[in-house]
């Protein structure tokens, strides 16, 4: 084995987004892409010197060979060890839950989420801390600064790690440990939910189906769902982790988990129904005849977290992200609980659960998690809906419609035009931002707007700020409409609209989500002015 020291010049466009550098596959695959930002990652840590890392991906395209790449350029740059899932493969609130448990310097973890994976399509590394979450702000800006000065790399030169066979192995000085990828994510799950409890559901008759969507989760979800709590075989669909998700986009919602809402909509529909992405941290719940979106989600999770046996000393308190829809916020007013609302990107949420001010948190995106972990974790939310169902014994419908009879409904609903024109995209940010002190007062579909502004925020814990994230308009009677720019893409930009509007009245909780919001979302293209500057008639996707 040889050490070398290569020579690199800086790649423009190496900067983090809200979870780590997400680019098209090929993208990676260039000579000394990977390299260069595997070094700037060891730069902006200082160093990876005697440290331990977790390191594992979500099985896409690329993920096997960039797994070899970081072992060996970790060796080179005199790493300690590093522990590695099987296969190069961990969800990410497994490899979360790994950093905290063996309290290891932090890890990486390969990842593009819930973008579509294969040759010609998306890849993703990220840092995550020592706490198991996403690297903050100052953390990724160090990582960038060093993406913008690299000269040179280190790697060593040696055979690949056999990374199928578990235990104990070698590369160069460095401790390799190959670990089965759901055995310590197994045994947290136990330790928050009853496990006899939700067993006995199935045993009674319960039926689910569960769309791994041909992502990571499978493999967890048919060890915890079918082997340990006894559902029978094929509750979970598509459970073999694929390069290329099956040629499908490994995204939990309504377009692209389509097979699975059609079935939950027929008469004859199990009893619950959901799925989870590319890497594991998101999730879709349905019931028979029902949706149940991401806020709506975690609002029930809030007010009902207490059934399960790792929450039944209640809540410190809940966080959401800005564009998130207020539904939460009512229960938490409800149950005397502190409610944050905090930017897009998980590690918003870091020093909140870090500092015990929160104990669960979500994004509208379809992602919830708890302090058991750093990030968010789709099957977590699964899960959960499964003990609140155990101990309830009530339908998904029913659970919904006496919530809404509890707290009132926000309806809501979030518009994705997506492969904008990154300039035009930011035009129309740009003309919105120079008008928000007009909008107060003015009239738009027969909504007056109340208050405009762009949101900021300011962390509780540790005084840091960040500004830009997101424009609101609210309505006098509840309702508002954000606009943001997507940091998840990989190619031109995605203009997100949410929109959202209270409903207190049980005459209207059945009513279709789209009809409920056309006046909102009328108003929102009057005052944004989008089919002007996307020249889209109409959003590619409706969540």
């Known amino acids: 084995m040889e050490r070398l020291t290569v020579k690199t010049r800086p790649i423009e466009g190496q900067k983090p987004g809200t979870s780590g550098l997400r680019k098209k596959t090929h993208t990676f695959m260039e000579p000394h892409y990977l390299e260069n930002f595997v070094q700037s990652i060891w730069t902006g840590i200082g160093g990876v010197e005697g440290k331990t890392l977790v390191l594992g991906g979500d099985g896409r395209y690329f993920n096997d060979r960039a797994a070899q790449v970081i072992l060996r350029m970790a060796a080179a740059s005199g790493a ?21 448990k063996r309290q290891t310097d932090g890890g990486i973890i390969m990842s593009a989420s819930h973008n579509p994976g294969g040759p010609e399509e998306d890849f993703g590394v990220k840092f995550n801390t020592p706490n198991g979450g996403p690297a903050p702000e100052e953390v990724t800006n160090r990582i960038f600064e060093a993406t913008k000065t690299i000269e040179t790399y280190e790697i060593l030169e040696a055979h690949d790690v056999d990374l199928a066979i578990l235990g104990n192995k070698t590369l160069g000085d460095m401790e390799v440990e190959v670990v089965d990828p759901v055995a310590d994510y197994a045994e947290l799950m136990r330790s928050l939910f009853d496990f006899d409890a939700i067993a006995k559901l199935f045993a009674s008759g319960f039926t689910m189906r569960f769309d791994a969507m041909h992502a990571i989760t499978g493999p967890y979800a048919c060890a915890i769902l079918e082997g340990t709590l006894g559902a029978p075989g094929g509750t979970v669909v598509n459970s073999v982790p694929s390069p290329n998700f099956g040629g499908g986009h490994p995204d939990p919602n309504p377009i692209w988990a389509k097979g699975l809402v059609d079935l939950m909509m027929e008469p004859e529909a199990p009893d619950f129904g959901a799925a989870s992405d590319g890497d594991g941290d998101r999730n879709m719940i349905l019931g028979r005849g029902i949706y149940v979106t991401p806020s709506d989600s975690l609002a029930v999770l809030a ?13 410190k308190g809940v966080a959401r992200s800005m564009p998130t829809s207020r539904a939460v916020d009512r229960v938490a007013s ?12 998980w590690k918003f949420f870091g020093n909140l659960l870090d500092a015990g001010r929160a104990t669960l948190c979500g994004e509208e995106s379809a992602g919830t998690g708890s302090d058991h972990v750093r990030e968010k974790d789709g099957l977590w939310a699964v899960l959960l809906w499964l003990n609140i169902l155990a101990a309830t014994g009530k339908s998904v419908q029913q659970i919904m419609h ?7 409904r926000n309806v809501y609903s979030r518009h994705d035009y997506e492969g ?28 007056t707007v109340e208050a ?10 540790d005084g840091s700020r960040a500004s830009g994230q997101g424009i609101r308009v609210m309505f006098e009677g509840g309702g508002r409409v954000v606009f943001r720019l997507s940091g998840t893409g990989t190619v031109g930009a995605t203009l997100r609209v949410y929109l959202e509007d209270e409903m207190d009245d049980p005459a209207r909780f059945g009513e279709d989500t789209q009809k409920a919001l056309s006046d909102i979302a009328v108003a929102a293209d009057e005052i944004a002015g989008i089919r002007e500057h996307t020249g889209r008639d109409a959003p590619d996707v409706r969540t």
Not at 403 to 408: I, P
Not at 431 to 440: E, H, I, K, M, W
Request: glycine letters at 10%.
């Open 80 to 100: 300690k060890k590093v522990i590695v899932g099987q296969g190069a493969l961990l969800s990410t609130p497994a490899a979360s839950n790994l950093i905290r």
């Open 303 to 315: 007010a009902n977290a207490h059934l399960a046996p790792g929450y039944k000393d209640g809540l």
């Open 334 to 345: 409800k149950m005397g609980l502190d409610c944050y609302e905090t930017p897009t990107g």
């Open 402 to 408: 006496d919530h809404w009879e509890s707290f009132g």
């Open 420 to 447: 904008v024109d990154a300039d035009r995209a930011a035009a129309l940010m740009e003309t919105l931002r120079t008008r928000l002190d007009t909008l107060p007062g003015q009239s738009f579909a027969g909504r």
């Open 452 to 461: 405009a502004d762009e949101f900021s925020y300011e962390d509780p814990v």
